[in-house]
């Protein structure tokens, strides 16, 4: 089944919804330029006074969220970074309401918003036994052809005692299925980290404890 959506041509469509500064940068592209480590590469970004704001903005909240965390009581320190990343990956989707993704084929003109993509394959891995979803970004597996297939990274949690391989291959699959009959967008690459390590209790809910990626 596949979901339609037609917010616009993907270009239109993003520079409608997004928030932009002052200084004509959108907010959501200084979060990217941040969160990918490459503020250091771009000289406006060093200087502007409101992508500097923006940025202590994002930097304070992801703060904040690590200080409530461990002020909770009896909460695991090392879920701390998996909270934290989910929170902020939910915050990037409100800034950045979601480019639109293709569905079906180009020609049938068919989109749906990142953010509503990315939701339905969170819910599709969190299915899986023992596995809990992340951070999920969605993008055109070639940046120069809007209309093609997506590229699907997605971080986890996983179960202790699950080989780590085997865990990226059913979220690999899980993905494609859910792409495919589920959403309609075409799948060109799905890559899976594995981030954090889920402490099994009362028959399959967990904590985190401890990281590890893939």
Do not use: K, Q
Not at 20 to 28: D, M, N, P, T, Y
Not at 47 to 54: E, G, K, M, Q, V
Not at 162 to 173: E, G, K, Y
């Amino acid at each position: 089944m596949a979901m339609s959506a037609n917010p616009g041509r993907p270009e239109e469509g993003r520079y409608e919804e997004e928030e932009r500064l002052a200084c004509g940068r959108l907010l959501s592209d200084v979060w990217d330029a941040w969160d990918t480590g490459r503020t250091a590469a771009d000289p406006h970004l060093a200087s502007c006074p409101h992508c500097s704001a923006a940025l202590a903005e994002l930097t304070g909240l992801g703060d904040a969220v690590r200080r409530t965390c461990a002020e909770e009581p009896g909460f695991p320190e090392a879920a701390t970074a998996a909270v934290t990343a989910r929170v902020m990956d939910l915050v990037r989707l409100e800034l950045r309401p979601g480019r639109p993704l293709p569905l079906g084929e180009p020609e049938e003109d068919h989109w749906i918003v990142e953010a509503t993509a990315a939701r339905l394959l969170r819910a599709a891995v969190d299915a899986l036994p023992g596995v809990r979803a992340g951070s999920c970004r969605i993008a055109p597996l070639d940046p120069a052809d809007p209309t093609g297939p997506v590229h699907v990274r997605v971080e986890v949690a996983a179960s202790l005692g699950r080989s780590l391989p085997d865990v990226a291959d059913a979220v690999r699959v899980r993905i494609a299925e859910a792409a495919d009959r589920d959403i309609g967008i075409r799948l060109g690459a799905a890559d899976v980290r594995v981030v954090d390590i889920l402490e099994e209790e009362d028959g399959g809910s967990g904590h985190g404890r401890g990281g590890a990626a893939l």
